[in-house]
């Protein structure tokens, strides 16, 4: 048997000490080019997101217009679709702002 120190041995058997690991170097610091690959996208998902709950509330806007005056029906008609189509291109805004 050997005659080696446990700390000897211990780099033998499992490798490299835990403080020489724990060290960054400029190969393993990928966290930050991670992140704005999972985060490059999320602009589009809350555009989409706003923009369901924009035309929701747009026509319960509508339904309780023509709810309450009937007679309004056209012209509630014609401004909700207005504003349904604006609110809509929020989400292709975001979708132009999307890197290739």
Same mark, same amino acid.
């Given at each position: ?10 780099? $033998?058997?499992? !490798?490299?000490? *835990?403080?020489?690991? @724990? ?8 966290? %930050?080019?991670?992140?704005? $690959?999972?985060? !490059?996208?999320? *602009?589009?998902?809350? @555009? ?8 929701? %509330? ?13 007679? @309004? ?8 679709? %207005? ?18």
């Amino acid at each position: 048997m050997r005659n080696i120190s446990r700390k000897q041995h211990i780099h $033998e058997k499992f !490798g490299q000490p *835990h403080d020489e690991v @724990a060290k960054p170097t400029k190969d393993k610091t990928m966290i %930050l080019p991670l992140l704005a $690959e999972m985060s !490059g996208s999320i *602009h589009v998902g809350l @555009a989409a997101m706003g923009v369901g709950i924009g035309i929701g %509330l747009t026509g319960m806007g509508m339904a309780t217009a023509v709810g309450r005056n009937p007679g @309004a029906f056209t012209p509630v008609l014609v401004h909700g679709i %207005l504003a349904i189509a604006f609110t809509e291109a929020i989400v292709f805004y975001a979708l132009f702002l999307l890197p290739h």
